[in-house]
């Protein structure tokens, strides 16, 4: 309780907080892409609590990873050599990782554009409960590890870790069924997240043998092509909405 207090009363530990929550977020905005695609998928009255459940689970592994947290800083020592190059146990896990995002999203975008007969809804075929939580469960795992060896490296505080955590997983509670709610309603936006998925996937692969990849080089080319298609829904809804004017006009004829 002492080193709790003595903690709250020191200024960096606040602002080792505040970029550490903003650094947790901002890694967890790949893992709430997922989560809103996969759980869209499912029937309507199981997607908010396949929701609740993904995130639920994210939470409860960065939690637990804390706990291990001594253990989890030797996943990064090299466990085997290939071609000369160390790979640890997180290498193995952000390649694993990265193969599975670019088959998920690679298997999304195929069901997009052609979908096999019988399937529903503008992400293709629908999924079963469980497959979808135990998808949401394998990606969690591997944004959860990510995301506890890069608080590590920022903090050697396990309470300011478990703070940062706690609240960057509440951020993407509250920000999940606006954005499913968002994605579903935009088709178009759907091939886009998909593009981000395989795009993280292709950097998790390369993280994992070893080539660094700026984060902020891929979350501003992210923050960039969404802001295009929302200018691209912003266009289409106010074409939509002089079609509707033109139609309700007395004597005008529709527009082709």
């Not at 990782?97 to 399937?119: M, R, V």
């Not at 478990?162 to 993407?172: G, I, L, N, P, R």
């Amino acid at each position: 309780m002492d080193s709790i207090l003595q903690l709250a009363a020191d200024p960096t530990a606040w602002a080792a907080l505040a970029t550490l929550v903003v650094m947790e977020v901002v890694l967890g905005i790949d893992n709430l892409i997922f989560i809103s695609i996969l759980t869209n998928k499912l029937p309507e009255a199981q997607q908010s609590r396949a929701r609740r459940i993904g995130i639920g689970l994210a939470l409860g592994l960065r939690l637990a990873l804390l706990g291990t947290v001594a253990y989890i800083v030797h996943l990064t020592e090299p466990v085997l050599t290939v071609l000369g190059k160390g790979i640890s146990w997180r290498d193995m896990i952000l390649i694993a990782g990265g193969l599975f995002l670019l088959w998920k999203a690679t298997k999304e975008i195929h069901h997009t554009l052609d979908p096999e007969p019988g399937e529903a809804g503008p992400g293709g075929a629908r999924l079963g409960f469980a497959a979808a939580i135990g998808q949401i469960l394998i990606l969690d795992l591997v944004f959860s590890i990510d995301s506890i060896i890069t608080a590590v490296g920022m903090t050697d505080h396990v309470p300011i870790m478990v703070v940062a955590v706690v609240a960057a997983v509440t951020v993407m509670l509250v920000a999940a069924d606006p954005l499913s709610r968002f994605i579903a309603a935009n088709p178009t936006v759907v091939m886009l997240a998909l593009g981000f998925l395989i795009m993280i996937g292709m950097t998790l692969i390369a993280e994992g043998f070893g080539a660094h990849v700026p984060k902020g080089y891929i979350y501003t080319a992210m923050a960039f092509s969404a802001g295009v298609e929302i200018l691209n829904i912003l266009g289409r809804r106010a074409r939509q909405a002089k079609r509707e004017a033109a139609r309700k006009a007395p004597g005008t004829a529709e527009p082709a």
